[in-house]
Structures are given as structure tokens and as C-alpha cells.
């Protein structure tokens, strides 16, 4: 079956916009994640859904990031007056359940100049 | 604090050689530890994963074994091809849920 999906795969954007960020999971996965990777390290945690709610926020670096989710599905990941150290590939996964395997999907490259 | 870490950040090896990637923890409480691959440009790629009731864990070509007296992680794959490059990154779980910590990372460079 289809896998998790991201849009866009790359973006670049001027300081200070606004930038959102979509992730598709697998199908019927009630679990989805989304993680910060800056270049050369490993993935920080930003935010963890529970169907549409979201229990743990507490990844979010600042209050210019937010998520939310609809219809148990598709997630938007939002950065308000971005900021170059913004700059990072942000990627989403998803899980059957919130104890299972994490399936990534292949991220979004968010270039702030 | 919870932490993840690799002893090595890159690790070269000849096509055909066994390869050996180790990760140490800090959290004792954490239930459950997995090992991602991920090539350049794309996102993690699930490869094998070990609960804490276990000590050794073998799917095709690949074995992680967890010790946790020392809170040390492997990953050991066999016969390593050029398509094995790729950064492995190791992740632990202590919370009630499936919030991963994860290390820095270990490049993996195949020589022919």
C-alpha cells in the first residue's frame, strides 16, 4: 500500500512568511509524528498525534510552530514569520497504533533565506 | 536527561565485510529500541526493532543485539553491499507512547 506522503518536498521562503507543511499517512494509522532533522543530526521530536488530538506538544520549539489534524488523516504542520534557523527537513511518520513501528515519510526540505 | 549516542560518527567497510554499528543509551526504563537507515534525500527506512525482554533480534542479513546491563545497542549486517550506504540512526522509548529519542547518527561508507 501507499506509504506516508509529504508536500511539499522542498520549499524555499523569505524570513519572516508563513510556511505549511502537509503530511499524508498510511491509511488507517492512528498515530502520526512529525520530527525536525537539521542538516547532519539526528531527529528532534516536535509533536504526536493521537487521532485528532494531540497529546504531547511539547517538542514544539517555539509558538510560532503548530499542527493540527483532521478526520484522523491529514496533518498541517504551520510556521508563523519564519526564521532561518528554521531551516531543516521536517518529516512526519505514522503508526498503526501509538505503540507500534514508525513509518517516515520522506520529508519536506524547508530552506529559509 | 534522556540521550541516545553513537560511538562512531562514520564507519567505512570493503564490500563483503561484516559491519558493526553501535549505539550506547542512558535511559534504563526504555521498553523498546529500533534502528532506522536513511539515504540521502529521502526519509528513515524502518530496519529492525528489539523490545527490552529481549537480547537478540535477526531479520535478513541484519541482527540487533541489546545488552542491558551496559546499555549498549548493535546493529551487525552481514555481507555488506554498496546499497548499505546510508546514515543508521538508533532510537530508544520510554514514554507511554511511541515518542523516540534518537542519536546523532553513523555514516556507513561500502568501498568495492
Known amino acids: 500500500g501507499a506509504g506516508v506522503s509529504q508536500s511539499p518536498s522542498n520549499k524555499v521562503t523569505e524570513k519572516g512568511k508563513d510556511v505549511e507543511l502537509r503530511c499524508d499517512p498510511i491509511s488507517g494509522h492512528t498515530a502520526l509524528y512529525w520530527y525536525r532533522q537539521r542538516l547532519g543530526q539526528g531527529l528532534e521530536f516536535l509533536i504526536y498525534?493521537?487521532?485528532?488530538?494531540?497529546?504531547?506538544k511539547s517538542g514544539l520549539p517555539s509558538d510560532r510552530f503548530s499542527a493540527e489534524r483532521t478526520g484522523e488523516s491529514v496533518s498541517t504542520l504551520t510556521i508563523q514569520r519564519t526564521q532561518q534557523e528554521d531551516s531543516a527537513v521536517y518529516l512526519c511518520a505514522s503508526s498503526l497504533t501509538s505503540r507500534e513501528t514508525q513509518y517516515f515519510g520522506p520529508g519536506t526540505r524547508l530552506l529559509v533565506l | 536527561g534522556e540521550s541516545v549516542g553513537l560511538h562512531l560518527p562514520t564507519l567505512s567497510v570493503q564490500e563483503g565485510d561484516n559491519s558493526i554499528i553501535n549505539c550506547a543509551y542512558s535511559n534504563s526504563a526504555s521498553d523498546y529500541f529500533i534502528w532506522y537507515k536513511q539515504e540521502s534525500g529521502k526519509g528513515p527506512q524502518f530496519i529492525i526493532d528489539?523490545?527490552?525482554?529481549?537480547d537478540k533480534r535477526q531479520g535478513q542479513r541484519v541482527t540487533v543485539l541489546l545488552n542491558k546491563t551496559v546499555k549498549h545497542l548493535s546493529l551487525q549486517i552481514a555481507a555488506t553491499q554498496p546499497g548499505d550506504s546510508a546514515v543508521y540512526f538508533c532510537?530508544?522509548?520510554?514514554?507511554?507512547?511511541?515518542?523516540?529519542?534518537f542519536g546523532a547518527g553513523t555514516r556507513l561508507a561500502v568501498h568495492p
Open positions: 528489539i523490545r527490552s525482554n529481549m
Open positions: 498525534f493521537q487521532g485528532n488530538s494531540a497529546p504531547d
Open positions: 532510537a530508544e522509548r520510554s514514554g507511554g507512547y511511541n515518542k523516540l529519542i
